[in-house]
């Protein structure tokens, strides 16, 4: 069975950080491209960023120079750093591996909002 969890959302302030996390279980987790997407209330899921087997990113047109995508492969862990926050970056963020059809995690809630 193929699983992945998110964690590392909350609620912060503008200008505040988070760092998200996805573990994965059921793949050999070091052979696929990971991504990371969102989606806001009312909106579409959105991609965020992306990161392959061999470890090139990448990101989204808002997302580049303000967030960082890293996996490691010992933990099968992948990872976005959500830095100097902002309100519209308020969504539910979704970890994502391209194996086989695709699978999608539960998704974390990131609110910012002063």
């Known amino acids: 069975q193929v699983q992945l969890v998110e964690s590392g959302g909350g609620l912060v302030q503008p200008g505040g950080s988070l760092r998200l996390s996805c573990t994965v279980s059921?793949?050999?987790?070091?052979?696929?491209?990971m991504g990371w997407y969102r989606q806001a209330p009312g909106k579409q899921r959105e991609l965020v960023a992306i990161i392959t087997s061999g470890g090139n990113t990448k990101y989204a047109d808002f997302a580049k120079g303000r967030f960082t995508i890293s996996r490691d492969n010992a933990k099968n862990t992948v990872y976005l750093q959500l830095p100097s926050l902002k309100p519209e970056d308020t969504a539910v963020y979704y970890c994502y591996t391209d194996r086989g059809i695709g699978y999608w995690g539960q998704g974390t809630q990131v609110t910012v909002s002063s």
């Open positions: 059921g793949i050999i987790f070091s052979a696929f491209t």
